[in-house]
């Protein structure tokens, strides 16, 4: 290996050791990380925020019984969100619609302690 492949391999390295290290700081603070931010980007989702505080993006979920969610609120930015019904009034999972019947799951995130 040529030396300046060595610093590549180590600048990526260092580069990750530092999102991992970053996210390790923000998830104790119930704050949304590095990677699930860039999760969310590459999936096309909506950054979203309800509250003030920005929610966890947890992937997408086709809802073949659409009828199952009912609307929950807007977020701050003024997308409609979407709960399930009979959930409480602060629902596990918030949906923001994507396509028919295709909906992006968040939910809020929370310290480990407070889980």
Known sequence: MTMNKKRWVVGIILLVSLFVVSDLFLWPSGKVGVFNTAKRGLSGAPQVTLNGQTLSY??????????????????????????????????PWIYVKHEHTTFFRYNIPKAPWKM
């Open 58 to 91: 947890q992937g997408k979920v086709d809802f073949e019984d659409i009828d199952a969610l009912e609307e929950y609120a807007a977020s701050d930015e003024g997308i409609p969100l979407y709960k399930a019904l009979h959930t409480p009034p602060s629902p």
